[in-house]
């Protein structure tokens, strides 16, 4: 076990941030931390590492008490603030040397370790720019090396793809699903869900403090009730047909909004080719049709009544 | 690892123009300022030779003598023209002389404007008539008295004394280049605020990296804290040679007190930094505003901006002038300036120390914690 949190419980005032948290990490995964902003992430995130006090509750890692005096526990982590945490007035190299030096001191490591960690987040071109002259996308790259240059076994990354161009975005995920080849446990923080479906081998869904489910996301998606989702592009639909599909036998909701109808179902047989029979059969135009299986955002809504990005 | 962080918070603060700024520029502009206002002033010391015109209609052979015994030799008042007295309106009205005596039945004074040189033709003038009333009337009740009127006249007796306090003149404007190293000592600040921003993980990101990385925190912080301490003594002694060679601001003959007095200042200055870093609550911005503000209200109170409100204060509310460390700086380097004893300088060396002590576990007490209530 990396990360063991029993309990976990932080107050500010009368707000309970995080209400009972059991989280556990195991090695070589990544493991997601799901949940709308406010819901807890970032708190349980600086919990695990010392930094907040918590009210109640126990944090291991690594198997050992985490505490602010941990340093063998310590040089173990890397983090990856949601924030850009880089000094403007240094470089991208000596940027990433400086908090790579707070954890190696063997200079020749260091320098190797480094220029390592530049060309995995590929800012080679970019070594003597100071922050100010990096576009967005570059900066976020320029602080995860900052995070991961000493080659930590415990990688935290909170919401490391906040404002990011797509491309950006694909080359930080990219490198984060290599670093965990590589060895790195991670802890991954988002909001977005498409992210934590793409990359995490396992997912925890908080809101409002609680988590609200935990597992692979085919598990999680097993834990709700609803099944298929059939979208069918049409552009005119007279209400026997519709009465037709909303008595379908698994259908749970049938919805038209003049250009796309939307039929949901409950889990079990595929529903496309009744459909298909039926818009053959009496004759229905229509311009396309797809199916999805549900996606965390459904199991969010269908957990909690609201959308994970509300 | 002392070496790294040192080396790099050289770097960042080295680099970071704003810090440069306020810490040495702004005080050198300022010096240079208080040159420029302060040169007229000190120039008040020195007399310029007055120009007047002298009408002679009444032919008084007295005040005439009188009048060129202080127009003649080098330590003379007056530069005198003897004219008429449409030639010396017209000079009057040039503004080639400051005013016109004419000598009728009375003596008379024209002038266009006041002034320093007006009022010291009138006190002539006014003397003039004084001694002459008062042989007249010497002369009327004592007339045997006649041979010896004249030494009588030409002595004068003072009945106050000049004592100097110590081994050097004082010099008032002294004062304000004196105030304005102790502002700049205190400007020292800036780094104190600075290094609070970078070890504590609820002001700053960077701080929080730092927090989570397996160094001690009061070690980190002693460490950045050292490379601010260096930037600071640099800028301090970059700023006294440039008042000493450049500006030419007199010290005394102890410059190694007076080097070692700037340097326990910018320890006190730092240390009141990271105080006011520590113990203000909101953002960067909040506390180098309070940090400005307090130095600002201290410099001023120590006659940065006025020099009589350093004797207001000592007069008035003088445990004000103990209690407020930027005074107790200036007030030092007077001291050394002007006494030949030093004890008014150690009590001053003694009061610094102590705030020096008091800021510095004051933040040591506050920024210990490791976990913080909030983020």
Redesign the interface.
Known sequence: MIVEVKNLVKR?GDLVAVDDLDLEVMEGEIFGLLGPNGSGKTTAI?CI?????FDNGEIKVFGKPM???A??I??D?G?V?Q?????N??TVY?NI???C???I?DKSERKKLVEEAIAFVGLGDFKKFYPKKLSGGLLRRLNIA??ISHKPKLIILDEPTVAVDPQSRNKILEGIVELNKNGATVIYTSHYMEEVEQICSRIMILDNGKVIATGTKEELKEMISLGEKITLQVFEMEDTHMNFFKTMENAVSVDYDGKFLVMKFQKGNSNLEQVLDYVKSHKINFGKIHTEMPTLNDVFLEITGKELRD | MFYHIFKYRLKVLLRSKEMIFWTLLFPIALSIFFNLAFSGLRNQDSFNIINIAFVDNANDPNFSEAINSVSEGEDRIFNMIRTDLENAEKLLENDEISGIIVSDENITLTVNSSGINQSIIKSFIDQYKQVTSTATRILSQNPQAAADLPAEIATRISYTKSDPMGKSELDIVLNYFYALIAMTCFYGGFFGVEEINQIQANLSKRAARVNVAPIHKLKSFIYSLSASALIQLIEITVFLTFLIFVLGVKFGENMGLVILTTFIGSLTGISFGSFIGAVVKGNENTKTGVLIGVTMIGSFLSGMMFGEMKYIVQTNAPILSYLNPINLLGDAFYSLYIYDTYNRYYTNIAGLLVFTIIFSISTYLIIRRRKYASI
């Open positions: 500010y600086n590492l010392s930094l907040l006090k505490s602010p005096e340093y063998d310590k040089k982590i983090i603030m924030e850009v945490a880089v000094f007035e240094l000596e040397d400086y908090f030096g707070l954890y001191t900052c995070g």
